[in-house]
């Protein structure tokens, strides 16, 4: 099946910093790509999602663009703010044409004022 | 519109004891997930429910776990017997339809502790 490896976390920043948090794929074909996020004391929620090669996803002042030459999928924010602490799991389906997703590590992400 | 909503947050058991985790999903969410975190490990997939049905159980890791949803409506995980490395956080999610564009609602998690 379709896997994702995403950087090691933490990530620690300060306040208006610029992010990015790396993830490439293995897949059959071209799947859908997906960054969800899980804030404190929450369930994940999708933050973005890119369905096809070049498609840029954005939500929220993050960018994820989905390059098949690099197999990658890497999270941009040109400056964070504390509210942006979470985690972040980059995710694809498990299989072509399937709804179930598989995750990455996920990357824990720590914004100081 | 309520959310995904599981039941335990947590709980802490004993070795060799049984857990019983719910799920709730959105109503009207045919399809229902159950996911595993291990220490801050990946989310690993369990399995899949379209409604009552099991779709897909290829991520279940043995016969000590145990999935149903009667009635195509909330869902129940057991885990009998318990062993140590069972601890984690169990994540449910749903989707509507297919559920093909790719987002999953998720609950907030139960976190099973076995000492």
């Known amino acids: 099946g379709n896997s994702v490896t995403q950087m090691e976390g933490p990530v620690t920043l300060s306040e208006e910093a610029f992010l990015t948090i790396n993830c490439t794929y293995t897949?059959?074909?071209?799947?859908?790509l997906f960054w969800y996020v899980q804030y404190p004391g929450e369930g994940l929620q999708l933050l973005l999602k890119?369905?096809?090669?070049?498609d840029k996803g954005s939500n929220k002042g993050f960018e994820a663009t989905y390059r098949k030459e690099t197999t990658s999928f890497h999270l941009e924010k040109g400056s964070v703010q504390v509210s942006d602490s979470a985690v972040y799991f980059c995710?694809?389906?498990?299989?072509?044409?399937?709804?179930?997703?598989?995750f990455g590590k996920g990357t824990m992400l720590l914004v100081s004022p | 519109e309520a959310g995904v909503t599981q039941f335990p947050s947590h709980s802490v058991i004993e070795k060799g004891q049984t857990v019983t985790l719910r799920c709730d999903p959105i109503?009207?969410?045919?399809?229902l997930y159950w996911y595993r975190r291990v220490m801050g490990k990946e989310i690993k997939f369990l399995l899949h429910?379209?409604?009552?049905?099991?779709?897909?159980e290829s991520g279940m890791p043995n016969n000590r776990f145990l999935a149903e949803r009667t009635g195509g409506t909330y869902s129940t995980l057991k885990v009998q017997p318990a062993e140590l490395e069972d601890s984690g956080v169990y994540f449910c999610?749903?989707?509507?339809?297919?559920?093909?564009?790719?987002?999953?609602?998720f609950g907030e998690g139960s976190r099973l502790t076995v000492l």
């Open positions: 999610a749903s989707s509507q339809g297919e559920g093909r564009t790719g987002e999953l609602f």
């Open positions: 897949a059959t074909g071209y799947p859908s």
């Open positions: 890119a369905t096809k090669a070049d």
């Open positions: 995710a694809l389906p498990l299989n072509s044409g399937y709804s179930t997703l598989t």
């Open positions: 109503s009207g969410h045919d399809n």
């Open positions: 429910f379209v409604k009552e049905s099991k779709q897909d």
